[in-house]
C-alpha cells in the first residue's frame, strides 16, 4: 500500500510540481520527473507511491494537494 510520506518530505514548490505531473501524465510522470537533474530522486519515489494508488482516489487527492501546495506558496509569496 503506498503512503505519502514520501510526497510529503518534499518542499511545497516540489509537492505541486509531483501532484501537478502525476495529474497530468499518470504513470508517464515519474519518467518525466526523472529528468530533473537535482531532485529526480526524491520526485520519482513520490511519484511512483502515488501512481499506485486507484484513479478514482488519485485524482480527488492529487488535486486536493495541489491546491494546498499553490495556497501555502501564495501565502509565502505575499509575506
Given amino acids: ?8 518530505s518534499l518542499t511545497t514548490r516540489e509537492q505541486a510540481v509531483v501532484a501537478l505531473a502525476v495529474l497530468l501524465d499518470g504513470h508517464d510522470a515519474v519518467e518525466f520527473l526523472r529528468s530533473d537533474k537535482v531532485r529526480s530522486s526524491a520526485l520519482t519515489r513520490a511519484a511512483e507511491d502515488l501512481v499506485q494508488l486507484t484513479p478514482e482516489l488519485r485524482m480527488p487527492l492529487l488535486g486536493t494537494l495541489l491546491r494546498r501546495a499553490v495556497f501555502k506558496i501564495q501565502s509565502l509569496e505575499e509575506l
Fill in 1 to 8: 500500500m503506498p503512503n505519502l510520506d514520501k510526497f510529503r
